[in-house]
């Protein structure tokens, strides 16, 4: 079945960068919108960012110019550069991604992977 594996979590200082990375795998037709969404512990999963399947892009107020979201669609995989972060970026990344998969060719079914945890502090 179609599963969605993050990677590139770790601790890093204020200031800091970090790239993660969700590939998925499975026999998928297509994707069309993917995105990545952190919870932070107390906090409801908020939106971080999102990109369609034709390049267009979406983030929230708060990693505005700080963060890109990208996408390698040969390798059915998006990005998530990280720069400047900042204690409250520590939460735990969720990629997720709306696709088409084989054995659903005739709607899109919206999968998240298991999560990759992100800590910022000194």
């Known amino acids: 079945q179609v599963q969605l594996v993050e990677s590139g979590g770790g601790l890093v200082q204020p200031g800091g960068s970090l790239r993660l990375s969700c590939a998925a795998s499975?026999?998928?037709?297509?994707?069309?919108?993917m995105g990545w969404y952190r919870q932070a512990p107390g906090n409801q999963r908020e939106l971080v960012a999102t990109i369609t399947s034709s390049g267009s892009t979406n983030y929230a107020d708060s990693v505005k110019g700080r963060f890109t979201i990208s996408r390698d669609n040969a390798k059915k995989t998006v990005y998530l550069q990280m720069n400047s972060l900042k204690p409250e970026d520590t939460a735990l990344y969720y990629c997720?991604?709306?696709?088409?998969?084989?054995?659903?060719?005739?709607?899109?079914?919206?999968?998240w992977g298991q999560g990759t945890q992100v800590t910022v502090s000194s």
């Open positions: 997720n991604a709306d696709l088409f998969a084989r054995s659903t060719p005739l709607r899109t079914t919206t999968y």
């Open positions: 499975g026999i998928i037709l297509s994707i069309n919108t």
